[in-house]
């Protein structure tokens, strides 16, 4: 009965490769984030999607495309990976309006060679 | 640039004391102060918030004071305890609609005996 859970929680790749990770919230929430903590344990949003819709969209190389087949779900696929690509991704959801039910995952360990 | 910064980077207190953990912040637009408590290992989760019309709430030993003309907030934690130990995030956030959590640099927190 996890709240936010994502897939997988360690993904080693070759530079060059594409991946996706997943994640799923079982909250009824209707938002929906990626994060990305990197080596310095700094933590800075990536996107945002409300009912499906992407709401929030910071400087992140195209590279990066988000998708979010229901309001369940949010995956984010990575093509052409590069070796600062690698840190841990943690997923959010919250309903829009109360921030206090921000709620993360436990994260993927992405670790590009 | 960095919009929200903490201090100290890192904390280590005798079990029993006062840990005291000191966010400030550039945006008058935020308008939720919330710390976020992360173990090793773990996604961030809330610890306490407060909304500027009051300037300190309490809830069991964790307080936040909030100074909103310094444009400062902190984080004391009374008797501190070895389960404390994680790093402790600020993250405020502006209003409806743009939901998104403005993460501090961090404060790695050491309890010991």
């Known amino acids: 009965d996890t709240a936010v859970s994502q897939t997988p929680k360690y993904l080693v790749t070759q530079m060059g490769n594409d991946k996706s990770i997943k994640c799923e919230q079982n909250l009824g929430h209707d938002t929906m984030y990626w994060y990305k903590q990197d080596s310095k344990k700094f933590l800075k949003i990536m996107f945002s999607?409300?009912?499906?819709?992407?709401?929030i969209n910071e400087t992140v190389p195209n590279r990066f495309s988000p998708k979010s087949p229901d309001k369940a779900h949010l995956n984010l696929h990575i093509n052409s990976l590069e070796l600062g690509d690698s840190a841990v991704y943690f997923c959010a959801s919250s309903q829009r309006g109360n921030r206090e039910t921000q709620y993360f995952g436990p994260g993927t360990r992405l670790l590009v060679l | 640039q960095q919009q929200v910064k903490q201090s100290p980077q890192s904390l280590i207190v005798q079990k029993g004391g006062i840990s005291i953990i000191n966010c400030a912040y550039e945006?008058?637009?935020?308008?939720?102060f919330p710390w976020y408590q992360q173990f090793p290992g773990k996604g961030p989760a809330l610890l306490i918030a407060i909304r500027p019309d009051v300037s300190e709430k309490k809830e069991g030993r964790f307080t936040i004071s909030f100074n909103k003309s310094a444009k400062q907030f902190s984080l004391h934690i009374m008797d501190s305890q070895p389960g404390d130990s994680a790093t402790y995030f600020c993250?405020?956030?502006?209003?409806?609609?743009?939901?998104?959590?403005?993460f501090g640099t961090g404060t790695r927190l050491t309890i010991i005996p």
């Open positions: 993250a405020p956030s502006t209003g409806f609609g743009n939901e998104k959590l403005t």
């Open positions: 999607y409300n009912n499906k819709e992407l709401i």
């Open positions: 945006n008058t637009a935020f308008d939720y």
